[in-house]
């Protein structure tokens, strides 16, 4: 699907089209702020992008994955991670936690439904949510997906071998 005329006339006049739209730190509850960022159109096909762990946060490279004239990203900095605060936190910092905000963001930006794209924890965090709330995804995009041991992951996802 190519974008409008005027809509890639916006796009084409930015001199970082890989630049935010906006970023901002989101109050998600129990003392934690998570920084968000949209990139591409606002009117484009609407994406989640999940970073790796422990800590390490989203990229500048990683708006690199998206298209900025085909879709409109989100990427944020789970809590603890990158420059969400407060940094390192694990308090309040669980599966469900996550889940949560994926979902606070989602109706923040006015989504239905977004492909989540997510590599290795990020992977993890997006079977999760798409088993969660199955009704909200509409793609998965995984890469160095990892098969978690922890008890809280293997009680959510179950891994092979699992009985």
Not at 98 to 110: C, N, Q, V, W, Y
Not at 139 to 149: D, S, T
Request: proline share 8%.
């Amino acid at each position: 699907m190519a974008p409008d005329a005027e809509a890639a006339k916006s796009l084409n006049s930015r001199p970082d089209p890989f630049a935010p739209l906006m970023s901002q730190l989101l109050p998600v509850g129990d003392g934690h702020e998570i920084y968000v960022e949209s990139v591409g159109r606002s009117d484009g096909i609407s994406a989640v992008y999940l970073h790796g762990g422990p800590g390490s946060g989203c990229q500048p490279d990683h708006r690199r994955l998206f298209d900025p004239e085909r879709f409109h990203a989100v990427l944020f900095d789970q809590r603890g991670a990158g420059r969400s605060r407060p940094k390192g936190r694990r308090e309040d910092n669980t599966l469900p936690h996550l889940i949560a905000d994926m979902e606070m963001i989602r109706e923040k930006f006015g989504v239905e439904r977004w492909i989540i794209v997510g590599g290795s924890w990020g992977a993890t965090l997006a079977l999760a949510y798409a088993q969660a709330h199955p009704d909200r995804v509409s793609g998965i995009v995984l890469r160095k997906f990892v098969a978690w041991k922890a008890p809280a992951i293997r009680s959510t996802i179950p891994v092979s071998g699992d009985r």
